[in-house]
């Protein structure tokens, strides 16, 4: 591989592509699967049927939602705030019986993209104008540094969609412990969590015959062509699930069906595939009680509530400071 270092890059994306591609074996991160077609992508992943987790999730929340919205409220109401709020498709069942049943709670959407966060309002101000929204644009580390200072009453943290199995634990970890950092003892956090369950139906789930998961697996590819001046050839590389039962880890790859040289102008980086070598690009986490009550106790967190649905496939969880 031949290398002309360029150790000033403009750009964490820039940094992390030029060591994910200069190691053995190579690596790109999923969080630059998202761009704006790659938002894209992942809605139409949502609507996949392969796809399970969003419909669990949104009847978990359907089927519990008396349950679950009773379990938020506080005495003097309390602030709902959504990690990643997305279109809101499914937070906006609780905010619907919350806002019929009169409870008092302002809620606060945190997501990196502003325009999701417009859209939301928008979408909220349509469909149920009468709830309290203050929207917040930001990193979740910003955010939750911020909102440690909003203690005027309680708090319940929102982080739907299994997006923690994204991390590696220890990245989950250190995520869980900024999150019980911001909490007062009060406070509740409630996040999903893809379980654990027939290796198949999960190798089905990020597999799909259509190509959408694919496609969305070589957005990262594309971004590096698009804002890295990248010549990678997106047909010579194909999408690689695989599924360990053991460890519950699902992880994506990109595999080169060729030897081949791709240029990355913009890094002045050229980068040598043998044929049949892979990019790591995902993984995506399944859990059991055992790996959340872990999870949760390495990060000073305790579980207490937990809902499923009716196939065990999804769990949502409620923690509280130790
Ligand atoms: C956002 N995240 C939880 C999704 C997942 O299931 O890992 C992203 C995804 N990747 C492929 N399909 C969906």
Known sequence: ?????????????????????????????????????????????????????????????????KEIADAFSGANGFDLIELGAGDGKKTKLLLRYLSDNNIDFNYLPVDISQNALDELQESLKKELPEVSVKPQQGTYFDTLERLSDYNSRKKVILVLGSNIGNLLHKDAIVFLKQIQEAMTPDDMLFMGFDQKKNPQTILDAYNDPTGVTEAFNKNVLERINNELDGDFDLDSFFHWETYNPETGTAKSFLISREKQTVTIKKLELTVNFEAWE?????????????????????????????????KDYYKNYIFRKK
């Not at 030029?18 to 992508?41: A, M």
């Not at 790996?291 to 390495?298: E, G, M, T």
């Open 1 to 65: 591989m031949e290398n002309n270092i360029n150790t000033r890059f403009a750009s964490a994306f820039e940094e992390d592509v030029y060591t994910g591609l200069t190691s053995y074996p190579k690596h790109l991160s999923s969080k630059y699967f998202y761009d704006k077609k790659g938002d894209k992508l992942f809605q139409d992943i949502m609507n996949l049927p392969e796809y399970y987790l969003t419909n669990c999730e949104y009847n978990i929340l359907a089927e519990n939602t």
């Open 278 to 310: 892979s990019i790591h690009t995902e993984i995506s986490q399944k859990y059991d009680d055992m790996i959340v009550d872990w999870l949760a106790s390495q990060a000073d967190l305790k579980v207490t509530d937990s809902f499923t649905d009716e």
